[in-house]
């Protein structure tokens, strides 16, 4: 009889949903504008670590799968990222899921780019995306790091993603100035 269990890969998703629960109950407390959505968010992540460490890989052709998602996971990191984009005071991403699912696939996303006019607000751009280039590549794509720290490279990540926030709302702003404004030739 053949005993099968999780993945490591799907465990440490797992552990990666319950530490951004974490993040999500610590700035849930202390009458947080958004704290009704963090806690929300916290539970759908427990449920969602749940599922990773209870469902078994499926098997094609004597093949165990490695890089899949349960659909009840995938689905709940959805409504999580619902709720995210609902609710803009949580200061979490709205691209929230793929930090648990890079644990799986090995992958991250940055942001679409900006394309200021400004030049200071394009440094600005090209600082903060190499700095959450870095912080992917060293630390939160795959399931490499260890459990206790990974909470502090997710804060980091999701501290860098609320600044993109902002710059992405300055560059609008800048952007749609008459004088950053291409002329039409007639």
Known sequence: MIIRTPLPNALHAAARARAIAGIARRRSVLNHPAEEALTTVAELLDDV???????LPPVLDGV???NTIPFDASLLLAIAEDVIAQNT????????GQYVTSA???TLELPRLLHPVSAQLASQ????RAALQLLHERHLTGAGERPETAGLYLEAAFKLHLSWGR???AVAVDNA???NRP???Q
């Open 89 to 96: 005071a949580t200061g979490l991403p709205a691209c929230l």
């Open 125 to 128: 751009e090209t600082s903060l």
């Open 104 to 106: 799986v696939f090995g």
């Open 49 to 55: 670590a749940l599922t990773f460490e209870t469902d």
């Open 64 to 66: 165990v799968i490695t």
């Open 183 to 185: 002329t039409v030739a």
């Open 167 to 169: 710059l992405a709302a």
């Open 177 to 179: 100035r008459p004088c």
